[in-house]
């Protein structure tokens, strides 16, 4: 599961990065987020193809995080769709149409995950898992378009966006931590990943591969973390290892 994360690049160091060629929501500019959770909007990327051309052009969303899929009555359920499996995508009637037409990435630094503490099961250790390079993470993702029945079609909050974080068993290194974890993207993959003209769901899936053994490292935080309120780059900074054994 992935249930919170960290993004504090700034939107033009993510325009760079993922040498996106259209701002899809130019007046839109998130600030640094190090307590990402269910609900709030956080950046995409997305390919779509414009009218009269011929192919996807790639682009930045703000868009909100708990996918509601189309045919949803109430927008409430996306709270509770925060995550999709990688190996039930093509099945799930929540995911299948948008795994074949609208997968995007999901820009992070890391993500959080908690560990029981050995002797306390009411209390678990927060790690902070991130790329041991510290390069941008980019979770596979699917987003989708929900059309509020009850606003008027010229209403700007007329179509809300929401999107979900593709999960895979952990790997072994991080697996003693949490047994899911996000699907990484690799950038060799990226252009393929985002294509809205591929949608071959057998293909699709061949480009969800889990990341390389220690690709991602993982360091113990602060608690500060349990609490959606706290934010700010202490979260993500490693307890010194006085604190941890005290754990």
């Given amino acids: 599961m992935c249930g919170r994360y960290a993004s504090a690049r700034k939107k033009h160091e993510l325009l760079e990065e993922f040498q996106v060629e259209l701002d899809g929501d130019p007046e839109k500019e998130l600030g640094p987020d190090y307590n990402v959770a269910p609900t709030k909007q956080v950046y995409a990327v997305l390919s779509r193809v414009p009218k009269d051309a011929g192919r996807g052009v790639r682009q ?36 299948r149409s948008a795994f074949a037409k609208r997968r ?45 029945p009850s606003r008027a079609d010229d209403d700007p909050l007329k179509w809300l966006v929401t999107c979900t974080v593709i999960t895979t068993d952990a790997e072994d290194e991080l697996g003693h931590i949490h047994d899911r974890m996000p699907m990484m993207i690799e950038r060799d993959r990226w252009a393929e990943w985002l294509d809205p003209q591929l ?4 293909t699709a899936a061949g480009l969800l591969v889990p990341a390389q053994a220690g690709r991602l490292v993982a360091v113990p ?8 309120r706290n934010n700010g780059p202490d979260l993500i900074k490693p307890l010194p290892p006085e604190e941890f054994q005290q754990v």
């Fill in 60 to 95: 930045l969303r703000v868009v909100k995080w708990g996918l509601v899929p189309a045919w949803a009555k109430d927008p409430s359920v996306g709270s509770r769709m925060i995550n999709a499996r990688a190996e039930t995508l093509a099945e799930k009637p929540s995911f």
């Fill in 104 to 148: 995007c990435l999901l820009p992070a630094d890391g993500y959080f995950e908690w560990m029981p503490v050995e002797g306390d099961k009411k209390k678990k250790q927060p790690f902070f898992i991130h790329p041991e390079d510290d390069g941008v993470l980019a979770m596979a993702g699917l987003y989708e378009f929900w059309k509020d």
């Fill in 199 to 202: 949608t071959d769901t057998k």
């Fill in 221 to 228: 935080v602060s608690t500060d973390v349990n609490n959606v």
